[in-house]
Each structure stands twice: as structure tokens, then as C-alpha cells.
């Protein structure tokens, strides 16, 4: 499996952005995908997940976000193209870094943790400035 990540940029306080992460290859698998950040200088943090389900009576994605980001950031996914995308608004100067994309197979007990995924992007850089 391969993933791509496209959508950073440079950006205005209070502005937004569209990253987008394409999943190529044997994705029959996948089990989530998320996005992490890294700031220059710091480690790689979790920002959000999505986990798929196909409840055949209740079908439904399951959503994590770190709470910094609740309420501003939206992660869905185009289950078709193998697309998850993650909407960013209202962005503030500590959501700049680079945004990857990871994936993973089977299970995943804890989508918050980098270890638990198997499949990573080179990134996309993200550029809040004032």
C-alpha cells in the first residue's frame, strides 16, 4: 500500500486548508488512516483518525480528533477513490508543521499511537503565519 498526501500550503491565521491522502495498492485491507503532525524541532503528534466500518445495518466511519483540534478540523473519506481528506479551519500558528498520512491493515487497537501503523506518506507542509 502507498499513500500520497497533497493539500498543504501557506495560509492566514483564522484561514483553511484541504489535505487530501490517496491509499494505492492492495487497500482491501485498511482498516483506518490518520494524519499526524510534526512541527520542525519536535516529534510527530496524532491529529486525527478515521476508522471504517461496514455495518451492514449502521454503516458508519469512526472519527477520532486530538482535542486541540475538535470542532475545527473534519476528517471524512471518499471510500470509492480511497481518499481520506482532513478539513482544517480556523487555523492557529501551533497547527503548522508537516501533515502525514498513514495507514493501516487488519486492526489497530490504539489509532492515536504511530506504532500501530504500517503504511506511511512523506508528508505535506502546512504554514500558518500572522
Known amino acids: 500500500v502507498q499513500v500520497v498526501e497533497s493539500g498543504g500550503g501557506s495560509v492566514q491565521l483564522g484561514g483553511s486548508l484541504r489535505l487530501s491522502c490517496v491509499a494505492s495498492?492492495?487497500?482491501?485491507?485498511?482498516?483506518?488512516m490518520a494524519w499526524f503532525r510534526q512541527a520542525p524541532g519536535k516529534e510527530r503528534h496524532f491529529v486525527s483518525a478515521?476508522?471504517?466500518?461496514?455495518?451492514?445495518?449502521?454503516?458508519?466511519?469512526?472519527?477520532y480528533y486530538k482535542d486541540s483540534v475538535k470542532g475545527r478540523f473534519t476528517i471524512s473519506r471518499d471510500k470509492a477513490a480511497n481518499t481520506v481528506f482532513l478539513q482544517m479551519t480556523n487555523l492557529k500558528s501551533e497547527d503548522s508543521g508537516v501533515y502525514v498520512c498513514?495507514?493501516?491493515?487488519?486492526?489497530?487497537?490504539?489509532?492515536?499511537?504511530?506504532?500501530?501503523?504500517?503504511?506511511w506518506g512523506q508528508g505535506t507542509q502546512v504554514i500558518v503565519s500572522s
Open positions: 498513514a495507514a493501516v491493515n487488519d486492526y489497530a487497537a490504539n489509532l492515536t499511537l504511530e506504532n500501530q501503523y504500517d503504511y
Open positions: 495498492g492492495r487497500t482491501e485491507k485498511l482498516f483506518a
Open positions: 478515521i476508522r471504517w466500518t461496514d455495518d451492514t445495518t449502521y454503516w458508519r466511519d469512526l472519527l
